[in-house]
């Protein structure tokens, strides 16, 4: 039964034209990142960026060097596109990519992180076997079907995203709309729409359509005969958000991912004519059948981890952020706050202060307010400078931090030296102050 229904070969339409899409789309996320200003007010202009922990090597290049590194993988996208020695192609953009997402937090973004994983499947996948470079140079390579797992690899992972994306949303402040009505305050100066963003009404309708919409999509749009409709509320809901959120290209990268959702003739006669259609259905199992099935279960089951694993963290996520990366939880909450830094000469006694605004970009500065791990980071950067002027110092946090426009709170126990504490990336770090319940 599985060997028929994961090796059975289809028509391979709906992966080629997904990797014209994603080369486009990630060429022009690339490009888009240069001339938007974010490679400059994200890389360039700060004095220091917040790396993931443990990856201090991966910084940006110095001068105009970070609009070099785009500009390449921009192009390795365009490469992607036409199927142009696709695979070396993918790899180095995977690279880049991979090392760009995990240098900053301050621009973190879950589409980020899918793409580093969208990267990992399109390696493997027979992406240029048509329509490409890479086929029309050599015609072995030719192919117009695959096996169907193709097609299901990229389903489920879409599943994965929304479900977790929908489920995370089930809590007292977004069902309450308060997190709708604080997401929606700052666009209020929209032309024509701003004043429609402030309806009680339409509030009500982004979190309870969010939720259903999330949990329902992948459904409604593998059963036919609710795909024609679930495709065009997936169109309104993206669009909403491109337009509204301004969330670069994850919106038209999921409406992308819905060429596997439909019949891969239907996608060939939309996209493909003169492609051959593939009718055959021969059921072709490789020999590495068995190892293939443990790698793709033992990727999925990391991600179908990653996002339950802050219900092992003491507290909630809402508040200490352990556990909220890489776990789809998009657009949840707001936090803001303010924080500063007591720095005490072990030998002297003598304190002074630091303030991270006379140090950080705007985004690094809300950021180092609310999240634990970044104002540790800072503590250790802190603490690192004063090393190199021969002094020992202990570095303590002091601030208060408010998560959806709700009171401010005492956040970081100001009595812990956070220079001396070492990162616990499995267990709760008791230097968090309870949430307030």
Same mark, same amino acid.
């Given at each position: ?112 992180? /899918?793409? #580093?994983? *969208?990267? =990992?499947?399109? @390696? ?7 329509? $490409? &470079? ?81 949990? /329902?999509? #992948?459904? *409604?749009? =593998?059963?036919? @005969? ?7 509320? $997936? &169109? ?81 996520? /809402? ?16 936090? $803001? ?101």
């Amino acid at each position: 039964m599985l060997n028929k229904f994961f090796f059975r070969q289809v028509d391979n339409a709906p992966l080629i034209v997904f990797r014209v899409f994603f080369g486009f789309l990630i060429a022009c996320e690339c490009f888009g990142a240069i001339f938007t200003g974010w490679i400059r007010h994200t890389l360039i202009e700060p004095e220091f960026t917040f790396n993931f922990i443990g990856l201090d090597f991966l910084q940006p290049l110095p001068g105009y060097g970070m609009y070099i590194y785009f500009a390449v993988m921009g192009f390795f996208g365009l490469f992607i596109m036409a199927g142009y020695k696709y695979r070396l192609s993918l790899g180095l953009f995977a690279v880049l990519w991979t090392s760009v997402y995990l240098m900053q937090k301050a621009s973190y973004n879950n589409h980020y992180y /899918l793409l #580093v994983l *969208l990267c =990992l499947f399109m @390696l493997v996948l027979p992406a240029n076997t048509w329509l $490409s &470079v890479d086929a029309a140079k050599n015609q072995s390579i030719k192919q117009i079907s695959m096996p169907n797992w193709c097609r299901w690899l990229i389903v489920l992972q879409v599943w994965i995203v929304y479900t977790y994306a929908s489920v995370a949303k089930w809590y007292p402040d977004w069902l309450n709309l308060s997190v709708a009505e604080t997401l929606m305050k700052p666009k209020e100066n929209y032309y024509l729409i701003g004043g429609l963003l402030q309806e009680r009404w339409l509030h009500g309708f982004i979190s309870y359509a969010g939720i259903l919409f999330d949990l /329902l999509i #992948v459904p *409604l749009l =593998l059963y036919k @005969l609710t795909r024609k409709y679930a495709f065009f509320a $997936s &169109v309104f809901f993206h669009l909403f958000n491109a337009v509204v959120f301004q969330i670069g290209i994850f919106p038209f990268l999921s409406l992308a991912f819905t060429v596997f959702f439909y019949e891969p003739e239907t996608i060939r006669n939309l996209f493909l004519k003169k492609k051959p259609l593939y009718t055959s259905a021969e059921i072709v199992i490789p020999k590495y059948r068995k190892t293939m099935l443990i790698l793709a279960g033992a990727y999925f089951l990391v991600q179908f981890a990653l996002p339950l694993r802050h219900w092992f963290f003491k507290d909630d996520v /809402l508040w200490t952020e352990e556990g909220h990366r890489l776990s789809w939880r998009m657009m949840l909450r707001t936090k $803001s706050g303010y924080i500063r830094f007591k720095v005490e000469d072990k030998k002297t006694g003598e304190s002074t202060w630091v303030y991270p605004k006379d140090r950080l970009s705007r985004k690094q500065q809300g950021m180092v307010a609310t999240k634990p791990d970044v104002i540790w980071q800072f503590a250790k950067r802190v603490k690192k400078e004063y090393a190199a002027k021969g002094k020992d110092v202990a570095v303590y946090a002091i601030g208060q931090v408010s998560v959806n426009n709700g009171p401010l709170y005492p956040f970081i126990d100001p009595k812990v030296d956070l220079a001396a504490e070492k990162w616990l990336h499995f267990k709760h770090h008791d230097w968090i102050l309870p949430s307030p319940k």
